[in-house]
């Protein structure tokens, strides 16, 4: 297993179009990305290249989210419990 670097590499879902719903459509990514940004000690997820499962399954790459530390908390949820609750609380 090896770290991987990556800034940004989305893999477009061609099946995705904003029509179909207002809760997960782009603009609403991005108001949560944006509010994220803004809690203390946020900071992007470290990704891990799989290149052994990758080869076997015969993949360009197999990527995989490491998301134990988040916020100390090793849990990987803490990102999305954050963006819904807050309009409860503020």
Do not use: C
Not at 39 to 54: E, F, H, Q, V, W
Not at 80 to 90: F, H
């Amino acid at each position: 297993m090896s770290i991987f670097s990556l800034k940004l590499d989305i893999a477009q879902n061609r099946f995705f179009t904003d029509e179909k719903s207002d809760l997960f459509s782009r603009q609403q990514a991005r108001k949560a990305g944006a509010f994220h940004q803004k809690i203390n000690k946020y900071y992007p997820t470290p990704l891990y290249s799989l290149d052994g499962l990758a080869d076997l399954f015969q993949v360009g790459k197999i990527l995989v989210k490491d998301e134990s530390q988040r916020f100390g908390l090793n849990a990987f949820k803490m990102l999305g419990s954050t963006y819904a609750i807050r309009p409860v609380i503020v």
